[in-house]
């Protein structure tokens, strides 16, 4: 595998510093340009994949006839959304027309959107829901102190592009050791379909990794065109069939908080419940912090961190 990385983290950001920088890794380019984009055109696929995903009997259409596509036609999302097809079609084609909330509304519910997918899209057709949080310079020593304080759970600090900008070493001892990969690596989705240095594995990984994969999809509608997301994207696109299989479905979800049961060699099973916290006053950072859900699990989280 060839890589070139960006030397923005190793200059900016030392071994076990706590700097949010926002520089990450690039890739050699791979023969495509499916990140070669713009937020109109992620909105055009966006819609796109999700009218194919509706059967035309559960909107009230005979589900008879030949259709070239599944799911419902362009016409069909107008005349459901109230808008004209012509319109539609040329929305689903990445052109650069007008758009209102009112008209995106009346496309969510007809494409029977849930809240994050609702948001997605507007956060693709550029209307803001609120105002737009900063992004952080640098993380506080509290920070660090914090992630320290509740071993033996394992934390660590995140941005929405999912590098890692500072972690615990009950988060070394339980998952993966952070202090022997390379800054520039740092990042969980690069770990969870590129690396192979994991201590731990999720019994239920494929689900792990869509969700994972759906939430940077979301998040990634606030930084289309954006070279640093656009790098991680295509050096994920060219390493991991696995990540192109998930990307290309366009999934969107919000970070979860979903129960985990890890297992770990020597340990058995760990079960896990991520608890999410918010940076608000330092931008769209979190702390994600791995609870016990039971005594058992309490007790050998003790054990592997104290070892």
């Known amino acids: 595998m060839v890589r070139a990385w960006l030397s923005y983290y190793s200059q900016h950001l030392a071994p076990g510093s706590t700097n949010a920088h926002d520089g990450l890794m690039t890739t050699v380019p791979a023969a495509t340009d499916r990140t070669a984009t713009s937020p109109r055109r992620e909105l055009g696929l966006f819609l796109r994949s999700r009218r194919e995903r509706i059967r035309p009997d559960e909107v009230g259409f005979a589900p008879g006839g030949r259709r070239r596509t599944p799911g419902l036609r362009r016409e069909e999302v107008a005349l459901l959304a109230g808008v004209g097809v012509t319109w539609y079609t040329w929305l689903e084609q990445g052109r650069e027309i007008n758009v209102s909330a009112q008209v995106l509304d009346a496309i969510a519910t007809a494409l029977r959107f849930d809240r994050q997918e609702r948001s997605h899209l507007y956060s693709l057709a550029g209307l803001r829901l609120g105002p737009t949080q900063g992004v952080c310079s640098a993380l506080p020593p509290s920070v660090q102190k914090t992630l320290d304080v509740v071993q033996p759970y394992p934390a660590l600090v995140m941005n929405s592009r ?72 295509q050096g994920l696109l060219s390493n991991s069939p696995y990540f192109t299989e998930l990307w290309e479905r366009y999934d969107v979800a919000a970070p979860s908080t979903r129960t985990k049961v890890l297992s770990v060699d020597g340990f058995g099973l760990l079960q896990i419940e991520p608890v999410n916290l918010w940076l608000s006053q330092l931008g769209p950072l979190r702390v994600t912090v791995y609870t016990a859900l039971d005594e058992e699990t309490e007790a050998k989280l003790r054990l592997i961190v104290n070892k």
């Open 162 to 233: 999912y590098d890692i900008l500072a972690f615990n070493e009950a988060y070394c001892k339980v998952v993966i050791d952070l202090n022997t990969v390379p800054v520039e690596e740092r990042n969980l989705l690069w770990l969870n379909f590129v690396s192979d240095g994991w201590k731990c594995s999720f019994v239920d990984a494929e689900t792990t990794k869509h969700h994972m994969v759906a939430a940077f999809r979301a998040a990634s509608a606030n930084h289309v065109g954006e070279a640093l997301w656009q790098d991680l994207i």
